[in-house]
Antibody, heavy 120, light 106 residues
Framework: QVQLQESGPGLVKPSETLSLTCTVSGGSVSGYHWNWIRQAPGKGLEWIGYIYYSGSGSTNYNPSLKSRLTISVDTSKNQFSLKLSSVTAADTAVYYC????????????WGQGTLVTVSS | DIQMTQSPSSLSASVGDRVTITCRASESISSYLNWYQQKPGKAPNLLIYSVSSLQSGVPSRFSGSGSGTDFTLTISSLQPEDFAIYYCQQTYTIPQTFGQGTKLEI
């Protein structure tokens, strides 16, 4: 059974970089698309981006976040990561990691989510 | 971006009721439409993919239909555990987008 677990700081200061990691267990990061999705308090779901690893990593980002976003993978640790720079209060949200086999497939496995608050 | 609009935004119903939630896309998304259920403090859970395919383990009282731009999620007989927020999602193009959610309340 595939399991995903997000980890990272719960509090980030404005203008700094938000960094999160998703650890994958019960399966390999190779051959799947690994996504980040966020949900602002009381709001809906926003897809952030994905990385696909099969020998090399390819990424696709939400254009609304692309200039501030980096998603990477560490196959040795079976993890993938999110870095979002120059954060503001608008980036406060629960951040989820999730998997889909192809980018056009639904998300079949999700992490439990981690709340990141942007505040000084 | 493709806009996904759900209606209603909230819905009050009773155990045993049949309910339908609608999702409309701003342009055709073929059959790339999925439905999720989210309970408080939890990650969304996939219910239906590709318009009408039931995810493994999901009760058969859930069903989906539609094509092109108009889609529906139907729960044939509400159970107490079905009270949650439901989201549609299109995976036809990047960025994938979600509806704003429908809160199903007792």
């Amino acid at each position: 059974q595939v399991q995903l677990q997000e980890s990272g700081p719960g509090l980030v200061k404005p203008s700094e970089t938000l960094s999160l990691t998703c650890t994958v267990s019960g399966g390999s990061v190779s051959g799947y698309h690994w996504n980040w999705i966020r949900q602002a308090p009381g709001k809906g779901l926003e897809w952030i981006g994905y990385i696909y690893y099969s020998g090399s990593g390819s990424t696709n980002y939400n254009p609304s976040l692309k200039s501030r976003l980096t998603i990477s993978v560490d196959t040795s640790k079976n993890q993938f990561s999110l870095k979002l720079s120059s954060v503001t209060a608008a980036d406060t949200a629960v951040y989820y990691c999730a998997r889909n086999p192809q980018w056009y497939n639904p998300f079949d496995y999700w992490g439990q989510g981690t709340l990141v608050t942007v505040s000084s | 971006d493709i806009q996904m609009t759900q209606s209603p935004s909230s819905l009050s119903a009773s155990v045993g009721d049949r309910v339908t939630i609608t999702c409309r896309a701003s342009e055709s998304i073929s059959s790339y439409l999925n439905w999720y259920q989210q309970k408080p403090g939890k990650a969304p859970n996939l219910l239906i993919y590709s318009v009408s395919s039931l995810q493994s383990g999901v009760p058969s009282r859930f069903s989906g239909s539609g094509s092109g731009t108009d889609f529906t999620l139907t729960i044939s007989s509400l159970q107490p555990e079905d009270f949650a927020i439901y989201y549609c999602q299109q995976t036809y193009t990047i960025p994938q987008t979600f509806g704003q959610g429908t809160k199903l309340e007792i």
